[in-house]
């Protein structure tokens, strides 16, 4: 089943549309994984992010591990690798999106897209549009997995570039309207829009009709939930991936860290789907 269908059956059967955020930051680690001489950096990343995720599978729609939290240690990149092959095989019906925002010329795309499809196994991966077609394509080629492109991020610099006025319109619509109207012809497509700019996520609703909208900075970042709902969802309630990763990994940081997550993971869930 392609990522897009994975996604939607996830929706549907889970009935959530919580992304949890798999963004292990050595320095807030539970204690047990930063003990002894020998700390084994990749031990402690694939340890903690394996119970966050077992503890938050039911309530997730889908799980999106950042790729630099990883590849920033020794061993974090094969870490990585472990864990979306736990997640694949403990959590099939969970999606994986890895973020890793990669763009670049056709050749290096398509070692980035083998990297991302084939050595680590992800359903789908998180890309910067900024190079245009030819750097999508050798993603847009796996048409099962999912190709989320960047349109409007949740920084405060997404207005230096992404509002610019091209032909008569911000860069962000002008993103959202060529990646529907254009780069998503085999329907693998998807993009980012933060929670921060639920006015542009209601304009970007409006250009693309049901297409799947990534959807960081709720929690940490100050992004409202209930406005993130009302703009961003599809008509049958769905269509959003709302991304929390500091606020259910960090929710605790003793022993009852994969408790706190689930507790936190299961009341995010719960307040979206008041506003659905
Ligand atoms: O592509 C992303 O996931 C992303 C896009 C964006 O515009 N803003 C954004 O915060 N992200 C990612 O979403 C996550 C947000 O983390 P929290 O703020 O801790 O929930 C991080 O992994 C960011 O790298």
């Not at 890895?98 to 499809?117: H, N, P, V």
């Not at 529907?180 to 693309?208: F, S």
Request: aromatic share 8%; proline share 5%; glycine share 10%.
């Amino acid at each position: 089943m392609g990522f897009i269908d994975k996604l939607r059956a996830r929706w549907r059967d889970a009935d959530t549309l919580l992304c949890v955020g798999l963004d292990p930051d050595l320095a807030r680690l539970p204690e047990r994984f930063l003990a002894g001489d020998a700390l084994d950096e990749g031990e402690a990343l694939f340890g903690f992010c394996r119970d966050i995720a077992d503890a938050t599978a039911e309530f997730a729609c889908a799980f999106k591990p950042q790729i630099a939290y990883f590849a920033a240690h020794n061993g974090g990149e094969a870490a990585l690798q472990r864990l979306i092959a736990h997640i694949n095989a403990a959590h099939p019906q969970v999606p994986v999106i890895l973020d890793a925002k990669r763009g670049d010329i056709g050749s290096t795309a398509q070692q980035y897209a083998c990297e991302a499809f084939e050595r680590y196994g992800a359903d789908a991966v998180t890309l910067n549009p900024y190079m245009g077609r030819d750097s999508a394509q050798p993603f847009l080629q796996y048409n099962d997995r999912g190709c989320i492109f960047l349109c409007h991020t949740s920084n405060p610099g997404a207005r230096d570039f992404q509002e610019l006025p091209v032909d008569g319109e911000p860069l962000y619509r002008r993103i959202a309207r060529t990646i529907a109207g254009d780069w998503n012809a085999d329907g693998n497509c998807a993009l980012v829009v933060g929670a921060t700019y639920p006015r542009e996520l209601a304009e970007i609703r409006a250009i693309v009709g049901d297409m799947p909208l990534l959807i960081p900075g709720v929690g940490a970042q100050g992004g409202d939930v209930e406005a993130v709902v009302r703009n961003g969802k599809t008509a049958d309630g769905s269509g959003l991936m709302i991304n929390s990763s500091r606020g259910i990994l960090y929710a605790a940081s003793g022993e009852g860290y994969a408790e706190a997550a689930a507790q936190a993971a299961r009341e995010l869930r719960d307040t979206i789907n008041r506003w659905r």
